[in-house]
């Protein structure tokens, strides 16, 4: 089953936590992103890669940090400096960057404060 | 449409009905747009998407429509279907801020009544 892989589905932060968030994918694509959902919101961009070893901040990447080490990884790591992290994540891939790439996206991780 | 806030505008249609769903976008310079379809718990699913040479794209049951004029797009789904309720977003591919992002509008829930 191809596609976009994103785990865990449910994820607990205790206070002060660092937090990793999983995303793989197995399309060959070049370009990552991670999404941040809030109830009744679009999607907000945290962080994109383009390619192996590079990535770029998205709109709202205070609090989270990411690594791109593998073309097929992209991790998400939500600190203790993120004070609302309560939220659904979601990751997406695209085969390039530029106009005209669909990014297509996992099931999502929703991730809560204990 | 679209709109600002933590309560999504709603679309209420009977089962067999057509569905008109609206979206404004904000850059007169954007030239490529997506409609996505997120089930509650679930990630955004591609539906379809128009460049902006482009006035009308059809698929399977559904028609986007491109005015540039207005700065509007609207997706059209007939003979609704219970499977077609959902969250739906379009999403543009603009000029500035960074190459092959996505800026997605807050979405519109629609409802589907047999």
């Known amino acids: 089953d191809g596609g976009i892989t994103q785990s865990p589905k449910y994820l607990f932060r205790k206070e002060g936590q660092n937090v990793t968030l999983s995303c793989e994918q197995n399309?060959?694509?070049?370009?990552m992103y991670w999404y941040r959902q809030d109830p009744g919101q679009g999607l907000r961009l945290i962080y994109y890669?383009?390619?192996?070893?590079?990535?770029q901040k998205g709109d709202i990447a205070e609090g989270y940090s990411v690594s791109r080490e593998k073309k097929e990884s992209f991790p998400l790591t939500v600190t203790s400096a993120q004070k609302n992290p309560t939220a659904f994540y979601l990751c997406?891939?695209?085969?390039?960057?530029?106009?005209?790439?669909?990014?297509?996206f996992g099931a999502g991780t929703r991730l809560s404060v204990l | 449409g679209e709109s600002v806030g933590l309560h999504l505008p709603t679309l209420s249609v009977q089962e067999g009905d057509n569905s008109i769903i609206n979206c404004a976008y904000s850059?007169?310079?954007?030239?490529?747009f997506i409609w996505y379809k997120q089930e509650s718990g679930k990630g955004p699913q591609f539906i379809i998407d128009?460049?902006?040479?482009?006035d009308k794209r059809q698929g399977q049951r559904v028609t986007v429509l491109l005015n540039k004029t207005v700065k509007h797009l609207s997706l059209q789904i007939a003979a609704t279907q219970p499977g077609d309720s959902a969250v739906y977003f379009c999403?543009?591919?603009?000029?500035?801020?960074?190459?092959?992002?996505?800026?997605f509008g807050k979405g519109t829930k629609l409802s589907v009544k047999p």
């Open positions: 997406a891939s695209s085969p390039g960057t530029g106009r005209g790439n669909i990014q297509y």
């Open positions: 399309l060959n694509h070049d370009a």
């Open positions: 890669s383009q390619i192996v070893n590079d990535f």
């Open positions: 850059n007169s310079a954007s030239d490529y």
């Open positions: 128009i460049r902006s040479n482009m």
């Open positions: 999403a543009e591919n603009g000029y500035g801020g960074s190459q092959g992002n996505l800026i």
